[in-house]
């Protein structure tokens, strides 16, 4: 052991290791020493937690990056809103003014019914669940004195949590049936507003996939005559012009024209033949990323449990499983009970009333307290 010349070190020393007690010949006052112990057990309550373990140390390490990202999420929360907002208004203006004329004047009047139809009942679903997506709060605890039952206190918010409660850092508060926090409505998905969440990406998507697919001739016919015109910019006119007719109604599909010079590409139809790559393009690419995370979102709902729970579900039945115990989730009434749940469906016209039209009823109960079944099976007729 090396020997302290200085009285602070070997004092520090001395503290440090027990051993070195033995073979020092300095020993610190009890009044020092006690301050000591006294300034160190401080320092180790602070950092004491029973329940620490990897997830802890991992959440403490990137603790900085999830509060830059919360912090940006909050400030850029309108901005994901303007955004979709713009990006829907632009696709629906290249329908009203490009595709429905066109519908007009090319289709069998039964097609003309159909898309009129189902294209405005998309639209009336879209506008309607994203409004109320965005506008209905997720449910929040009480934060005065009650007695409802809680699992847990929030640290943060320093208030008992009920079941299926979580924090939500962007929001700074305990959101009820907490799902996450969707930058796309600047909102917490949550007991109160999930159903209207999923409504609105269910309808996005199957708006989406329904421009892209009846939009994929089109697509195909503009992006072609977009090629052949940059390549024949500087040309003589009267040159070979294919597939225009599909787009803007003038010649049939593979109708060659090598006799009369072909109609002038003027301004108009540049934007036109853009606009269809521009709506294919957007409504393709929103439709399949949307449509996945919608059928991610029917498979938890399935399930009868949150985003949010399903990381802890799947942790609990891997515990479990190594003490050769089975996990069962005690919010999931059976598939089609859970759906009954999630879209408030009571009685059989509300599969009517209440999902294949806009409806703006509350999910059964106040997000505060479960039950294990909330429905009766006699009582709820398939
Ligand atoms: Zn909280
Ligand atoms: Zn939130």
Redesign the pocket.
Same mark, same amino acid.
């Given at each position: 052991m090396r020997w302290c010349h200085s009285s602070l070190l070997h004092l520090l020393c001395c503290l440090r290791l027990r051993v070195c007690t033995r073979k020092c010949r300095f020993r610190p006052p009890v009044l020092l020493r006690e301050l000591w112990a006294y300034v160190k057990l401080v320092l180790q309550s602070l950092q004491y937690n029973s329940l620490t373990n990897s997830d802890v140390v991992f959440d403490s390490v990137f603790e900085p990056v999830f509060w830059t990202v919360d912090r940006i999420t909050r400030w850029f929360g309108m901005v994901f809103v303007c955004l979709v907002v713009v990006l829907t208004s632009s696709i629906l203006v290249i329908c009203y003014m490009i595709l429905l004329p066109m519908v007009f004047a090319t289709y069998h009047p039964a097609w003309i019914t159909w898309h009129l139809f189902y294209g405005h009942w998309n639209l009336v679903m879209i506008i309607f669940h994203y409004y109320k997506a965005t506008k209905t709060s997720?449910g929040y605890p009480p934060i005065v004195k009650n007695d409802i039952p809680f699992v847990s206190v929030c640290k943060k918010c320093i208030i008992p949590k009920p079941a299926r409660t979580h924090h +939500?850092? =962007? +929001?700074n508060r305990c =959101?009820l049936k907490?799902d996450h926090?969707c930058p796309w409505l600047n909102? +917490?998905v949550g007991h109160f507003n999930q159903r209207y969440f999923f409504c609105f990406c269910l309808a996005m998507s199957m708006g989406c996939m329904y421009c892209s697919i009846s939009g994929r001739n089109l697509f195909l016919d503009a992006y072609n005559t977009l090629e052949r015109f940059k390549h024949m910019d500087g040309e003589r006119p009267g040159v070979p012009v294919t597939g225009m007719g599909l787009l803007i109604g003038i010649l049939p599909s593979g109708q060659t024209n090598y006799q009369t010079p072909s109609p002038p590409y003027t301004f108009r139809d540049r934007m036109v033949h853009k606009s269809i790559i521009y709506m294919w393009v957007l409504t393709s690419t929103v439709g399949v990323a949307l449509g996945g995370l919608t059928v991610w979102h029917a498979v938890l709902i399935s399930r009868g449990e949150t985003s949010i729970e399903r990381h802890i579900n799947f942790k609990e039945t891997k515990r479990l499983a190594k003490r050769g115990k089975v996990y069962k989730n005690p919010f999931n009434y059976g598939k089609l009970n859970n759906w009954k749940v999630f879209l408030g469906v009571q009685k059989r016209s509300h599969w009517l009333t209440r999902v294949l039209l806009p409806s703006g009823h509350n999910p059964p109960g106040d997000g505060l307290t479960w039950d294990v079944l909330p429905f009766k099976r006699d009582t709820v007729p398939v």
């Open positions: 997720p +939500c850092g =962007i +929001c =959101i907490m926090h909102n +917490c």
